[in-house]
Nanobody
């Protein structure tokens, strides 16, 4: 499974940004997809997860209500819509694939994409 994240950039506080993760590989649909971030000097943090069926979503409390995870099965894309961004949301954002929701939450994922940098200015 290969994951390619994109969509990062510079945005002002209060603004919005949508990240995309392109998943490829014969077994990609077997995995739960998720997003993490890592701010400078901090540990990597789970943000959200979704199944390809869309029947399961999971969010970290820190982003619930501001971030929305979704998927486009036809394009094999997973999105993270981020609204009401704050300077503390500045981080490198990663997409990941995991076989279970538990391992996704723990961050012990099977596959990681390269990160995309999000910078929120005050």
């Amino acid at each position: 499974v290969q994951l390619q994240a994109s969509g990062g950039g510079l945005v002002q506080a209060g603004g919005s940004l949508r990240l995309s993760c392109a998943a490829s590989g014969r077994t990609a649909r077997s995995y739960i997809m998720g997003w993490f971030r890592q701010a400078p000097g901090k540990e990597r943090e789970f943000l959200a997860a979704i199944t390809w069926s869309g029947g399961f979503t999971d969010y970290a409390d820190s982003v619930k209500g501001r971030f929305t995870i979704s998927r486009d099965n036809a394009k094999n894309l997973v999105y993270l819509q981020m609204n009401s961004l704050k300077p503390e949301d500045t981080a490198i954002y990663y997409c990941a694939a995991s076989i279970t929701s538990a391992t996704m939450r723990r961050g012990t994922n099977d596959y990681w994409g390269q990160g995309t940098l999000v910078t929120v200015s005050s």
